[in-house]
């Protein structure tokens, strides 16, 4: 058995060595060195207690108490890492019972949250910053990752319901375009009407499903060239036949208004509000409409029209930016008509032959008699649902809205990099995985993620190693800020710092 022993030279020093007893004998194994000052003794027994496990993985019945001493001039740091960030977007997966997805599913989201980028970009970031590696055959692996969707969506459900206790009363469904850098099209990825103003290049529509307070449930992704009218009923049909219970009221932008869908979701007995277009309104009712309202600022009345009822409101600040915007219009037309300028295609413009053109008054008549007033329709009484409460809902709209900002912006869903439809569709998953994360956090802690991201990312852990007994010790730099701000629960929830 090896012990350490320490004996004084003829120097005056103290030499620390690694010695084995045979009987009555002293057989030397290691001289570790020697030392005058109390400090360094102690740290060379502790190299020496670590060269005995090292040399023999010999452990004592009784071990001694190493010290726990550092001397900034025998050290020297090793590197700084960022491993605080993963462990905490780790643990928000955990949180939300997305731990158990595939090791590349949950790291791509992860690196997606922190420094979103294309996949091999994303596969160089977690090997720097997290020692993570994986090779370019993940791009092999990738097209499998949608196999998870369902999954996914069933725990994003489960999440609305027990983490932000959900009750449904209604849902809120709205459609984007994400572009690819690319020009040739295929049958997924084609060009067509771009929210992203690229219509020269082919592109997918993605569908979107959120809870009332924006936490996303669902979603579906399109051809390029599909009417975004067309897209509501199969996510729809597919959340309620999941979730038989659940019937909420389907909300939606005016995009949406469609004879044949609204009157398919009537047939399934679903509920709706979705914002009409009044332009396309007959002008009898739009004189009862504005005959009722009278310019009253707030205003709110109901009609009967095609689409079932009709909630309309009007406001004093809409009429005076409307206004404006119409004036500069009527102006542009009129100047068009005076010279009979035929090559431009221009709004109250109607064209009688190739050479003449005439002001259409009975569109300006509708516009001006419109002037402050938005409408709403629905398939619910005022039993039902009251005037106020069907326009508080539909203003609700901005919350899906949002949860596309973040994708689009604070995710970078866009550009779109992948060619293969499957690989396409597997992009949009992490990006939605990445989304509940998100908005996971929002909506715990009142926090955007750009600050969310500041916090965790400040936190650095520095890696200092002794160079003489080769012992490391591991830092954290200030952790206030974080501990102090919304974050600070979760981290103590989590019991992510123990220091």
């Known amino acids: ?68 001493m550092l001397i900034v001039d025998r050290s020297e740091c090793i590197s700084v890492s960022h491993i605080f960030s993963y462990q905490f977007l780790y643990q928000c997966h955990k949180e939300c019972n997305l731990s158990n997805l595939p090791a590349l599913l949950l790291d791509l989201s992860i690196i997606r949250l922190i420094e979103p980028a ?25 097209p499998k990752l949608i196999e998870y969707k ?21 849902v809120l469904y709205d459609v984007t375009t994400l572009y690819f850098e690319s020009f040739k099209p295929d049958e997924l990825k084609i060009e067509g009407f771009s929210k992203d103003n690229k219509p020269q290049q082919p592109q997918i529509v993605v569908g979107l499903l959120v809870t009332q307070s924006g936490f996303p449930l669902s979603y579906e992704v399109f051809p390029g060239n599909t009417f975004e009218g067309k897209t509501m009923m199969l996510i729809v049909e597919k959340f309620m036949t999941k979730h038989p219970d659940t019937k909420p009221i389907i909300v939606a932008d ?8 609204l009157q398919q979701l009537r047939e399934q007995n679903i509920s709706y509000i979705v914002g009409a277009r009044l332009a396309n309104t007959n002008l009898d009712l739009i004189k009862q409409i504005n005959n009722t ?30 206004f404006h915007e119409l004036s500069k219009l009527i102006k542009k037309a009129e100047l068009l ?14 064209k009688l032959s190739k050479d003449k053109i005439v002001l259409n008054t009975e569109l300006i008549q509708k516009r001006m008699l419109l002037l402050g007033i938005k409408g709403y329709c629905t398939n619910l009484s005022e039993e039902q649902l009251s005037n106020h409460q069907v326009i508080e809902r539909y203003h609700n709209l901005w919350r ?51 600050k969310i991201r500041s916090l965790i990312w400040d936190l650095h852990e520095i890696h200092i190693q002794d160079t003489i007994t080769l012992k490391v010790f591991k830092f954290f730099s200030p952790s206030s800020d974080l501990i102090n701000s919304p974050l600070g629960n979760l981290i103590k929830k989590w019991k992510l710092l123990t220091h």
């Not at 996949?119 to 997290?130: A, G, N, T």
């Not at 005016?254 to 869908?261: G, K, W």
């Not at 005076?338 to 413009?349: D, I, M, P, Y």
Request: proline share 1%.
């Open 337 to 350: 008509v005076e010279n009979q300028s035929c090559k431009t295609r221009v709004a109250f413009v109607k």
């Open 150 to 170: 369902e999954l996914i969506e069933q725990q994003a459900y489960k999440i609305a319901i027990e983490k932000f206790k959900e009750q449904f009363y209604y």
């Open 400 to 450: 899906i809205e949002q949860s596309f900002r973040m994708s689009k912006f604070d995710l970078q869903t866009r550009p779109i990099y992948h060619f293969k439809s499957e690989s396409i569709k597997s992009h949009v998953l992490i990006c939605f995985v990445a989304l509940i994360i998100e908005k996971y956090l929002e909506l715990t802690t009142t926090m955007s993620l750009k």
């Open 1 to 68: 058995m090896y012990r350490v022993r320490k004996v004084k030279t003829k120097s005056g020093s103290i030499a620390v060595q690694v010695v084995q007893y045979e009987g009555h004998h002293t057989k030397v194994i290691k001289h570790i060195g020697s030392a005058k000052d109390a400090q360094d003794i102690g740290i060379l027994k502790s190299k020496a207690l670590q060269w005995i496990e090292q040399a023999s993985g010999q452990l004592s019945l009784f071990p001694e108490e190493r010290e726990k």
């Open 293 to 322: 309202l009278e310019n009253k600022n707030q205003a709110i009345s109901r009609f009967n029209s095609i689409h079932g009822y009709l909630v309309c409101d009007y406001s004093d600040k809409r009429h005076k930016k409307e």
């Open 118 to 142: 294309s996949k091999l970009r994303s596969i160089e970031l977690l090997d720097r910053y997290y020692g993570i590696k994986y090779t370019q055959r993940i791009y092999r692996q990738i």
């Open 254 to 261: 005016a995009a949406m208004l469609d004879n044949e869908r």
